[in-house]
Structure formats: structure tokens, C-alpha cells
């Protein structure tokens, strides 16, 4: 009776013994890590070329009212985007240890100018100057926790 030949090669030099094989019927050898990272690749394509959002293009940018008061910003509108929380640190650093107010890069000058006209605030409505920005980054602010959303002169009007 003859022997079957099911994954055998007739020619190798292992003598009878089965040839390892990638696939069913491929002579390749076998490659257990590139399994892995063809899968990871098409996974990393299909994130990539399938929007989290189907349907719902994100803008380059957020939408931002601009400034109600004052002719133009303290600072260039790219420092003031990339750095504007440095600066807020530091102004604060300068208030609290040293007493220091009313300086360029103060909170309460940002709100005064940045203030919605129809809110009157930077932080109540999601179009406002900074939950726009911030929802954009996906970054929660804790500023008005203790501070006010609203310009001075806002802020006493509605007390009334």
C-alpha cells in the first residue's frame, strides 16, 4: 500500500518528514509575527481612513467670536493659543506670592475682552471663548470654579 503524501516533500532532505508551511498549500515558512503586525497595520489603516465621526467633518479649528473690546489681543493669536496657560500660571504665581495685579497677562483682562456679547461670559455657553477652544482640545478648565466667567462690570449688573 503507498504511503500518503499530505504535506510531504517527495525531494526533501528530511526524509519523509512534514514540511512547515505558512499557509495551506504555500511552501513559505511560517511567520508568527507578521500575523500580529498585519493585523495591527489594518487596524491602524481602517482607524485612520474611517472618521471616529462618520459623516461629521471636525474643523481645522473651533469657531471663536472674536474679542468684543479692544482693537487687538496682548500677545500674537499663535503664542497666545500655544502659551496662553503658561502665562496664566505665571500671572497667578505673581498675584498670589507677590501681589502683583492687573498685569499683561492677567485672568480678569482675558475675560474682560473675550466676554460673548450674548452671554456675557467665556465659560457658560459651549460657543464661548473658552469652552469653545477647550472643548475643541478636549480640555476641562477649572478657572471659573473659583473665578468669575463674567467681566466686572457684567458680574454687577446681574447682581442687581
Known amino acids: 500500500m503507498a504511503r500518503p503524501r499530505c504535506g510531504l516533500a517527495a525531494a526533501s532532505p528530511s526524509r519523509g518528514r512534514r514540511q512547515r508551511t505558512g499557509k495551506a498549500g504555500s511552501a513559505a515558512p511560517a511567520r508568527p509575527g507578521w500575523t500580529v503586525l498585519r493585523s495591527l497595520t489594518a487596524l491602524i489603516v481602517l482607524f485612520v481612513l474611517w472618521p471616529a465621526h462618520a459623516g461629521e467633518e471636525r474643523p481645522l479649528q473651533p469657531a471663536i467670536a ?73 480640555v476641562s478648565i477649572d478657572c471659573f470654579e473659583c473665578h468669575s466667567s463674567r467681566p466686572p462690570a457684567m458680574t454687577a449688573r446681574a447682581q442687581r
Open 66 to 138: 472674536p474679542a468684543t473690546r479692544g482693537a487687538q489681543c496682548v500677545d500674537d493669536t499663535a503664542l497666545m493659543r500655544r502659551n496662553h496657560m503658561d502665562m496664566l500660571k505665571h500671572q497667578r504665581d505673581d498675584t498670589v506670592h507677590g501681589g502683583i495685579r492687573g498685569a499683561k497677562y492677567s485672568l480678569k483682562g482675558c475675560i474682560g475682552c473675550h466676554a460673548s456679547a450674548a452671554t456675557g461670559s467665556v465659560a457658560q455657553a459651549p460657543t464661548d471663548f473658552c469652552v469653545g477652544c477647550h472643548r475643541y482640545a478636549a
